[in-house]
């Protein structure tokens, strides 16, 4: 597993416009979300079929920022993206950006609900309008599309009159489909989280950021979860997520832990957090430390980095009355 070195930091402010890859085709969720943000719509936007393409893209250096997503309210994590990231690409994020999701049912002109016998979607999204699906089309065969806009590409691309896709209604306006249902979601306040990954760099704290790892267990034995917890337990840094994924390269029940922790890796705290689980564990892989986008902060962590500080500079003092 490579351990590369914490990379420099560096900004995506550029007088060259970027190139940016993101989960195409035009009119996904990922477009959506991406043109939000006013800097990196500014640059070139490059659609990829799946999310390895994009990232692998940006590995290669054909271009310079990844746009993708990673996190689902309803779902959960989106574990394609988490696998490229901890096991194919030293890629690290930046930033991440949350958008509401709605979902459509979308087909061809003159297509009524009853006439659907296909749904064409990515799976994360026809898992999120399952009641849906259930109470209104419980006949209907599901089938796997790249992403939401290339289900509703596909859609208009094909003759049946059975047809439909679940995607967003900018895509069902972008490929000339009627939306027949709309806001088909199973639950109120669905949102996607979506990450920007570079080759390189860390942005500058803002008090309010997110790190995240991969940690490595050195051994797979009783008590190998509850001591990498404890790092951080013990330092009151408070764990938004913990997953655990297949190595890949092991074999059943070879496991790493992905933690996504509040705080920044400049933070003192996290930092020793940090230095004891590489330490002590197999390996620990750095996957960034970025501002959260809705720009909250732990207390609980801000006063334990001062007291920290002031039990430092404690020890900083009693060391220096140590003898030559």
Same mark, same amino acid.
């Given at each position: 597993?490579?351990?590369?070195?914490?990379?420099?930091?560096?900004?995506? /402010?550029?007088?060259?416009?970027?190139?940016?890859?993101?989960?195409?085709?035009?009119?996904?969720?990922?477009?959506?979300?991406?043109?939000?943000?006013?800097?990196?719509?500014?640059?070139?936007?490059?659609?990829?079929?799946?999310?390895?393409?994009?990232?692998?893209?940006?590995?290669?250096?054909?271009?310079?920022?990844?746009?993708?997503?990673? /996190?689902?309210?309803?779902?959960?994590?989106?574990?394609?993206?988490?696998?490229?990231?901890?096991?194919?690409?030293?890629?690290?994020?930046?930033? !991440?950006?949350?958008?509401?999701?709605?979902?459509? +049912?979308?087909?061809?002109?003159?297509?009524?609900?009853?006439?659907?016998?296909?749904?064409?979607?990515?799976?994360?999204?026809?898992?999120?309008?399952?009641?849906? %699906?259930? !109470?209104?089309?419980?006949?209907?065969?599901?089938?796997?599309?790249?992403?939401?806009?290339?289900?509703?590409?596909?859609?208009? /691309?094909?003759?049946?009159?059975?047809?439909?896709?679940?995607?967003?209604?900018?895509?069902? !306006?972008?490929?000339?489909?009627?939306?027949?249902?709309?806001?088909? !979601?199973?639950?109120?306040?669905?949102?996607?989280?979506?990450?920007?990954?570079?080759?390189?760099?860390?942005?500058?704290?803002?008090?309010?950021?997110?790190?995240? +790892?991969?940690?490595?267990?050195?051994?797979?034995?009783?008590?190998?979860?509850?001591?990498?917890?404890?790092?951080?337990?013990?330092?009151?840094?408070?764990?938004?997520? +913990?997953?655990?994924?297949?190595?890949?390269?092991?074999?059943?029940?070879?496991?790493?832990?992905? %933690?996504?922790?509040?705080?920044?890796?400049?933070?003192?705290?996290?930092?020793?957090?940090?230095?004891?689980?590489?330490?002590?564990?197999?390996?620990?892989?750095?996957?960034?430390?970025?501002?959260?986008?809705?720009?909250?902060?732990?207390?609980?962590?801000?006063?334990?980095?001062?007291?920290?500080?002031?039990?430092?500079?404690?020890?900083?003092?009693?060391?220096?009355?140590?003898?030559?």
């Amino acid at each position: 597993m490579n351990d590369p070195a914490v990379p420099a930091p560096t900004s995506v /402010e550029s007088d060259v416009a970027l190139r940016v890859a993101f989960l195409g085709p035009f009119g996904t969720f990922t477009e959506q979300a991406l043109r939000s943000q006013p800097d990196l719509a500014a640059g070139e936007l490059v659609a990829y079929r799946t999310v390895p393409d994009a990232l692998d893209a940006v590995t290669a250096g054909d271009v310079d920022l990844g746009f993708v997503p990673i /996190e689902n309210s309803i779902e959960g994590m989106v574990n394609f993206t988490l696998d490229s990231l901890a096991f194919e690409h030293d890629l690290v994020i930046i930033r !991440e950006v949350v958008l509401d999701i709605h979902m459509c +049912l979308a087909a061809k002109a003159g297509v009524r609900l009853g006439d659907v016998k296909e749904i064409l979607s990515i799976p994360v999204a026809t898992a999120q309008c399952h009641r849906f %699906l259930r !109470e209104h089309l419980p006949a209907a065969d599901i089938r796997a599309a790249a992403s939401t806009a290339a289900a509703a590409q596909l859609v208009s /691309e094909d003759v049946s009159p059975h047809l439909a896709a679940i995607a967003p209604r900018v895509a069902a !306006e972008r490929y000339g489909l009627d939306v027949i249902a709309e806001n088909i !979601e199973d639950h109120d306040g669905n949102q996607t989280r979506f990450v920007v990954v570079t080759r390189s760099g860390i942005p500058a704290p803002t008090g309010h950021d997110r790190t995240a +790892l991969v940690v490595y267990q050195r051994a797979d034995e009783p008590g190998s979860l509850i001591s990498i917890l404890q790092e951080f337990a013990a330092r009151r840094i408070n764990l938004s997520n +913990l997953i655990s994924r297949p190595t890949k390269h092991g074999g059943l029940g070879d496991y790493c832990f992905i %933690l996504f922790a509040e705080g920044h890796v400049s933070d003192d705290l996290l930092a020793d957090a940090m230095r004891a689980l590489h330490a002590k564990q197999g390996a620990v892989k750095f996957f960034g430390s970025w501002p959260r986008a809705d720009g909250s902060a732990s207390d609980a962590r801000a006063h334990a980095d001062e007291r920290w500080r002031l039990a430092d500079d404690w020890l900083a003092t009693l060391r220096t009355a140590v003898q030559p």
